[in-house]
Nanobody
Framework: QVQLVESGGGSVQAGGSRLLSCVASGDIVKIDSMAWYRQVLGKEREWIAEIIGGRVHNVADAVKSRFTISSDGAAKTMYLQLTSLEPEDTAVYIC???????????????WGRGTLVTVSS
């Protein structure tokens, strides 16, 4: 089984920064892709950014000037650097990865539980 655990959330004032991380563990053979989403209660989950093949593939227009996605393949870790945060950024930030395991040689999608970022005015 694969587990994804996010961390780094918390409360921050508008204009502040947070560094989020997502660490994968388990019977991992290869991580094909990684992505960050965010979700507000009662709203659709919103895609933020993704890494494919270890390289940044795309970042949502709404945050591309303020958020930076990165990863450390050896550490099986993905990061999201949040800067110039706005109240509209308040959400649960969720990690997902497509992972190949010893039991399943094809990629399967796994999700973390999320980490809450609250931005106050």
């Amino acid at each position: 089984q694969v587990q994804l655990v996010e961390s780094g959330g918390g409360s921050v004032q508008a204009g502040g920064s947070r560094l989020l991380s997502c660490v994968a563990s388990g019977d991992i053979v290869k991580i094909d892709s990684m992505a960050w989403y965010r979700q507000v209660l009662g709203k659709e989950r919103e895609w933020i950014a993704e890494i494919i093949g270890g390289r940044v593939h795309n970042v949502a227009d709404a945050v591309k000037s303020r958020f930076t996605i990165s990863s450390d393949g050896a550490a099986k870790t993905m990061y999201l650097q949040l800067t110039s945060l706005e109240p509209e950024d308040t959400a649960v930030y969720i990690c997902t990865m497509v992972v190949r395991t010893y039991n399943y040689h094809y990629g399967r999608t796994y999700w973390g539980r999320g980490t809450l970022v609250t931005v106050s005015s």
